[in-house]
């Protein structure tokens, strides 16, 4: 079962490179902002559908959340948002792989203190070895910019 997460895990990832490459294009014809709205809007509009097919009725009303946890929302929109401007102009791979090494530099973080209430995962020699080959990629990729 785990295998299947992971697989999914990675297809995720292949969806927001290919995010990434349609909207630099998007961004330079309409506008960064509008081009950051229009996914936004089209996600929004898929999971309203989603929610009425598949989505519980007896849930806990999204009003009554934490207002930290919508933090998230905000940090989506900063992320589509540099997306959008940055690349077309270091181009895709060096897109992604500077969201990767930000994304697994904190998410070590995030796991290692268990914040947000997830489950506490150790920093370990294996994971360390990982993002230091994940800033590797980065600075090989950027050679060309440096």
């Known amino acids: 079962m ?6 999914l895990v990675i297809l995720g990832g292949a969806g927001l490179s ?3 490459g349609l909207l630099g294009p998007l961004g330079h014809q309409v506008g960064h902002l509008w081009a950051t709205f229009s996914i936004f809007g089209v996600g929004a509009a898929l999971t309203f559908l ?9 849930a ?4 009554a ?4 946890q919508l933090i998230g929302g905000l940090l989506g929109v900063g992320y589509v948002v540099i ?3 940055v690349t ?3 181009g895709v791979a060096m897109t992604m792989i500077g969201i990767l090494a930000g994304q697994v530099a904190k998410s070590l973080l995030i796991d290692h203190f268990g914040w947000f209430g997830v489950e506490r995962r150790k920093i370990n020699r294996q994971r360390v070895i990982a993002l230091v080959f994940i800033i590797v990629a980065l600075v090989l990729v950027a050679r060309e910019y440096l």
Request: negative net charge; aromatic residues 16%.
């Open 83 to 85: 997306l959008t401007i």
């Open 65 to 68: 959340q934490p207002s930290w």
């Open 18 to 20: 290919v995010e990434a």
């Open 60 to 63: 806990p009303s999204f009003f």
């Open 88 to 90: 077309p102009i270091i």
């Open 50 to 58: 989603l929610m009425l097919w598949f989505a519980p009725r007896e």
């Open 2 to 7: 785990q295998l299947i997460l992971i697989l």
